[in-house]
C-alpha cells in the first residue's frame, strides 16, 4: 500500500458560515488542517475589527474538544473602508483583507464598486505589508461568463500592480492560464491560492450529461488546457508561488438544487485526499507537501505546522450528504469513491 506522510496543511481559502452551519462545517477542516484563513463574506459581511474577533470566537466554540485548529481571520472590503480600519486591523492580528467585486460570488453585494476610489486603502495595505486577497473577476454584464477572470487581468489587476508594485497580493482559486502565467512571472510579493475542482475538473464536469449544480462554483470551472496550465503552475518551476485554497463553500442542497442555484462546492470533508489525487495526476506527488504545507506560511511570514498526516493510497466513499443544521449537504463527489484516506 502506497502511504505518503507530510507536514499537516493549512487551508488559504475557507468558508465556514455561522450558526448551526459552522458547527456543522468547521471539524472537518479542524481534523486535516492546522489552520484556515476564513473568508469574511457573511450576512451582514465582517467590515470592522470587533466584527472579526467575534467571529473568531463563535467559530472557536465550534470546534470539537482539543482541537488545535487556528482560525485565522479576514476583513472583508467595502466602498466605505479607509486607511484608519487598516491601522487597526493589522493591530489586532488581522491576517489579511478580501477584495470581493460587487455582485462577483455569493454576498458580495457589499463588495467594492470602484476599485481607484479604494486606493487610499490599498496604499496604506503596501505600507504595513497586510495582503490583499483577490477574487479576480470583473463583472460586466457584457463580459461572457468563462472570460471575466482574463479580463480582470487586463483591466485591473495589471494596472493595479503597476501602480502600488509592492501590494502583496493573493489572486485566490485561479482557473485560467492567464492568471497562472501572471503569477508565474510577477514578483515575490504576488501569489496564488488554487482549488482542488479547478485542478480535477473542466466545464464539461459542470454542464455535460445535464447541468450538474454541485459542480457550479465561482469562477466557473474552464476548458481542459486551463485545467493543465494550473496542474502545471502547481507543481512546475514557479510552485512556490501557488499554495493551498479550497473555496470550501457549504450550501444547503436546497439552495443548490433551486432554480437560481447557490455558487459552492464543499470539499473541506476530505480536501487533501482531493488534492493528492491532482498531484499524483501531475506525477507530482513529492510537490504536494510544499504547496499544502509550506508555501503559504512562507508567504505569509508563519512557520509551518509542526505535526503530520499520513495518507494511503486507498479508495475511500463518499456518504450521500453530510448534516448541516436542518437541512443536507451534498459534498463533492458524493455517493462517488476518491482515492486516497486520510488516517485518524
Known amino acids: 500500500m502506497q502511504i505518503l506522510t507530510i507536514t499537516r496543511p493549512d487551508d488559504w481559502h475557507l468558508h465556514v458560515r455561522d450558526g448551526a452551519a459552522l458547527k456543522a462545517v468547521v471539524p472537518f477542516s479542524a481534523r486535516q488542517m492546522g489552520r484556515a484563513l476564513i473568508m469574511p463574506n457573511l450576512k451582514p459581511p465582517v ?6 474577533m467575534a467571529y473568531r470566537e463563535r467559530i472557536l466554540a465550534a470546534l470539537p474538544a482539543n482541537s488545535h485548529f487556528q482560525p485565522l481571520m479576514t476583513l472583508y472590503l467595502t466602498d466605505q473602508s479607509t486607511p484608519a480600519l487598516i491601522r487597526e486591523a493589522k493591530a489586532a492580528g488581522i491576517i489579511a483583507c478580501k477584495l470581493y467585486p460587487a455582485g462577483a460570488t455569493t454576498n458580495s453585494s457589499s463588495g467594492v464598486s470602484d476599485l481607484w476610489a ?6 496604506t495595505m503596501a505600507e504595513l505589508g497586510l495582503p490583499l486577497l483577490v477574487h479576480g473577476e470583473v463583472t460586466h454584464s457584457e463580459i461572457d461568463i468563462f472570460d471575466r477572470e482574463a479580463v480582470f487581468i487586463d483591466e485591473l489587476l495589471q494596472p493595479l500592480l503597476q501602480r502600488l ?4 497580493l493573493v489572486f485566490e482559486h485561479i482557473t485560467t492560464a ?6 508565474a512571472e510577477a514578483g515575490e510579493n504576488i501569489a496564488a491560492t488554487v482549488t ?3 485542478l480535477l475538473y473542466n466545464r464539461n464536469a459542470l454542464l455535460v450529461g445535464g447541468m450538474q449544480p454541485h459542480h457550479y462554483c465561482l ?15 502547481v507543481s512546475g518551476k514557479q510552485a512556490h508561488k501557488f499554495f493551498l485554497g479550497t473555496d470550501s463553500a457549504p450550501h444547503a442542497q436546497t439552495s ?4 437560481c442555484g447557490c455558487a459552492g462546492i464543499f470539499s473541506a470533508f476530505a ?18 507537501q510544499a504547496f499544502a504545507a509550506e508555501n503559504g506560511p512562507l508567504f505569509y511570514g508563519l512557520t509551518p505546522n509542526t505535526d503530520k498526516i499520513t495518507l494511503v493510497k486507498s479508495n475511500r466513499t463518499i456518504p450521500p450528504y453530510f448534516s448541516y443544521g436542518h437541512e443536507r449537504l451534498i459534498p463533492l463527489r458524493a455517493n462517488g469513491t476518491i482515492g486516497w484516506t486520510m488516517l485518524e
Open 47 to 52: 467590515t470592522t475589527v470587533a466584527a472579526a
Open 219 to 233: 469562477p466557473v470551472l474552464k476548458r481542459e488546457s486551463h485545467r493543465q496550465a494550473l496542474l502545471q503552475a
Open 178 to 183: 492567464e492568471a497562472a502565467r501572471l503569477v
Open 271 to 288: 480536501a487533501i485526499e482531493l488534492y493528492a489525487e491532482a498531484f499524483e495526476e501531475a506525477g507530482a506527488l513529492d510537490k504536494l
Open 196 to 198: 482542488p475542482q479547478h
Open 256 to 259: 443548490k438544487e433551486s432554480a
Open 118 to 123: 479604494l486606493l487610499p486603502v490599498l496604499e
Open 165 to 168: 508594485p509592492s501590494l502583496k
